[in-house]
């Protein structure tokens, strides 16, 4: 089919990883395999606009803008994403295209956009793609939207399905692949369904090291391949824990993951430390909490400072008023963003 022009719009959202991605191989492939949330509330939302080239050229045509603006900046990242993918989209350069993107959550919050972002742009490539070739099915759309989200940013390949999703290939997950993003496919407890996500927000500033550079930081790393079968391992421990609902277990797994992603970094070589005075004060006060009530709240980390808590949906008035009484103090202005589990990316 020819399509001379048009426009169209996705919301992806973001996700939080329980077992975590650091290290990965040519192309994207994940050195270890890592499952998330999908976030709700924390989204991106974008726009593809398409029109033919009138003369067809060998480059890409594209123009990107934040929020309204000219986004100089992230258009290398752009070019970068669409050499790697032209190979799977061969119309990439019949058309100039115009990507307007903005967030729902504050710009320099330190939550990083590239899930939300990558994932996005990738399935409005897709939605063009489908409008080109209208035989494609629902499965090879989100397979191929996850796959070239993948080649933007990894862990944008687990933001397309909602709940849980599980990128790299596990010998226990059926289906799962080291090319894109599946969802989980056995029946989750029903406390994982609506499981809450708040981010407290400890440091807002860009991290001083890119997760590009963490990455390959672990080539060569001497942790690194106990560490990528601590992940196959934790995995396969988090597959029986997401089954039976035992968050004692799913507690000690995802607080564990999180510390050894930070202790990767702390001892490759250049090692850094992307955790904030603040960072370890809100874990200890989680601990504390934790150890008084029996709630199971727990916190994992991303790659930077900020402090994602975790609780099941019947403890979140009681959470939050810990949050509010005890951890705003140690948040940036005080602030923080309610999120929870949610249900992938969907056309506008
Ligand atoms: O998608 P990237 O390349 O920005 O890597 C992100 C890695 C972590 O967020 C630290 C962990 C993960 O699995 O999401």
Redesign the pocket.
């Known amino acids: 089919k020819k399509i001379k022009s048009g426009e169209v719009t996705w919301q992806s959202p973001s996700?939080?990883?329980l077992?975590?991605?650091?290290g990965?191989k040519e192309n994207?492939i994940p050195a270890n395999p890592?499952i998330?949330f999908t976030l709700d509330n924390c989204r991106s939302t974008t726009t593809l606009k398409f029109t033919e080239k009138e003369t067809s050229d060998n480059t890409f045509e594209f123009d990107f803008f934040f929020e309204g603006q000219p986004k100089e900046d992230f258009k290398p990242k752009i070019q970068k994403f669409f050499q790697r993918i032209e190979e799977y989209c061969p119309y990439l350069k019949d058309y100039k295209f115009e990507i307007h993107s903005e967030n729902s959550f504050p710009h320099s919050s330190g939550i990083?956009s590239?899930?939300s972002g990558?994932s996005a742009i990738a399935v409005c490539l897709m939605d063009l793609e489908r409008q080109l070739f209208p035989e494609i099915e629902e499965e090879y759309f989100i397979q191929k939207s996850s796959f070239l989200a993948r080649l933007g940013?990894?862990?944008?390949s687990?933001s397309l399905e909602g709940g849980l999703v599980v990128?790299g290939e596990h010998e226990n997950i059926e289906g799962s692949s080291d090319e894109y993003g599946v969802k989980f496919p056995y029946d989750v407890h029903e406390i994982f369904k609506t499981y809450k996500d708040t981010i407290l927000l400890v440091d807002k500033g860009e991290k001083q090291v890119?997760?590009?550079v963490?990455?390959d930081l672990m080539h060569g790393h001497p942790f690194a391949e106990n560490r990528f079968a601590q992940a196959h391992d934790n995995l396969d421990k988090l597959i029986s824990v997401l089954k039976s609902g035992n968050t004692q277990d799913f507690i000690k797994i995802v607080e564990s993951e999180a510390l050894t992603?930070h202790a990767m970094m702390m001892s490759s070589l250049p090692y850094f430390i992307l955790m904030k005075p603040n960072t370890l004060e809100i874990i200890n006060k989680i601990w504390e909490y934790r150890e008084k009530t029996e709630i199971p709240i727990c916190f994992t980390?991303?790659?930077g400072a900020n402090v994602h808590v975790l609780y099941p949906e019947t403890h979140e008035s009681k959470i939050l008023e810990f949050i509010n009484n005890e951890l705003v103090v140690y948040c940036q202005n005080g602030h923080y963003i309610c999120d929870q589990v949610g249900s992938g990316a969907t056309k506008i």
């Open positions: 996700n939080i990883a077992v975590k991605y650091w990965k994207q890592s998330s990083a590239s899930a990558m940013s990894g862990s944008a687990r990128w890119s997760s590009t963490g990455h992603l980390l991303d790659a």
